[in-house]
């Protein structure tokens, strides 16, 4: 499955910011979907991730409160809502789906077989 994030772009300390995730095939329902990131000069990082049902939702402590993972899988799209966003969340953000069908979310971008080109975040001060 081919994945397409955007929703990316510039926005001030404190602002928000929604991530869409969307797939080319309609399986993508069956699947569980993650978000990680990349800031310059460091480590990719998860972020978020979602059971292929929607339900399962698990969350990096550095966002959790502040970022919310959901799925329209009628739209075979993913989102993240993120919210009192900060200089630190300033990353490009990917989203992946498993490759095992109805599988849990997962912390580790190991587990997951397909992945999105990423879309940049950036979050001034």
């Known amino acids: 499955v081919q994945l397409q994030a955007s929703g990316g772009g510039l926005v001030q300390a404190g602002g928000s910011l929604r991530l869409s995730c969307t797939a080319s095939?309609?399986?993508?329902?069956?699947?569980?979907v993650g978000w990680f990131r990349r800031a310059p000069g460091k480590e990719r990082e998860f972020v978020a991730a979602?059971?292929?049902?929607?339900?399962?939702?698990i969350y990096a402590d550095s966002v959790k409160g502040r970022f919310a993972i959901s799925r329209d899988n009628a739209k075979n799209t993913v989102y993240l809502q993120m919210s009192s966003l900060q200089p630190g969340d300033t990353a490009t953000y990917y989203c992946?789906?498993?490759?095992?069908?109805?599988?849990?979310?997962?912390?580790?971008?190991?587990?997951?077989?397909?992945w999105g080109q990423g879309t940049l975040v950036t979050v001034s001060s």
């Open positions: 979602s059971k292929w049902s929607g339900t399962g939702t």
């Open positions: 095939d309609r399986t993508f329902s069956n699947f569980a």
């Open positions: 992946a789906s498993r490759g095992e069908a109805f599988s849990a979310g997962s912390r580790y971008p190991e587990d997951y077989y397909s």
